[in-house]
């Protein structure tokens, strides 16, 4: 078997693996009825099946400036979109967004916003 069939097989499968990772991100969405569940799912989930994405097309495209762009793409994905969705779930805590329920945190920050 050549190189470039087993580099192919390994795409495909990273491809499949990444596709699989996003749908349970919409599993994740559907499954959890609390806001910030929902964008704790999503975010881990978005993140990873981005990168095993990105990978699978670097390994696609072999070496070239494409893969290289594709490779800068994966670090502002792994830098900003964890941050991103920490700042969205963050502004929606501080501004009261009303949940079903109480959040464990809660509890222990209004202790230290009284003392």
Do not use: H
């Given at each position: 078997?050549?190189?470039?069939?087993?580099?192919?097989?390994?795409?495909?499968?990273?491809?499949?693996?990444?596709?699989?990772f996003m749908?349970?991100?919409?599993?994740?969405?559907?499954r959890f009825k609390n806001f910030f569940l929902r964008s704790m799912a999503t975010a881990k989930v978005d993140t990873v099946g981005s990168l095993t994405i990105l990978f699978a097309l670097v390994i696609r495209s072999g070496v070239s400036w494409f893969s290289a762009k594709l490779?800068?793409?994966?670090?502002?994905i792994v830098v900003l979109g964890p941050l991103c969705h920490h700042?969205?779930?963050?502004?929606?805590?501080?501004?009261?967004?009303?949940?079903?329920?109480?959040?464990?945190?809660?509890?222990?920050?209004?202790?230290?916003e009284t003392s």
């Open positions: 078997m050549e190189l470039s069939a087993i580099l192919e097989i390994i795409s495909n499968i990273m491809l499949v693996v990444g596709l699989i749908g349970f991100g919409v599993l994740g969405l559907f490779i800068l793409l994966a670090v502002l700042m969205v779930a963050r502004s929606a805590y501080l501004s009261g967004y009303k949940t079903s329920g109480e959040i464990e945190g809660d509890k222990a920050m209004e202790e230290e």
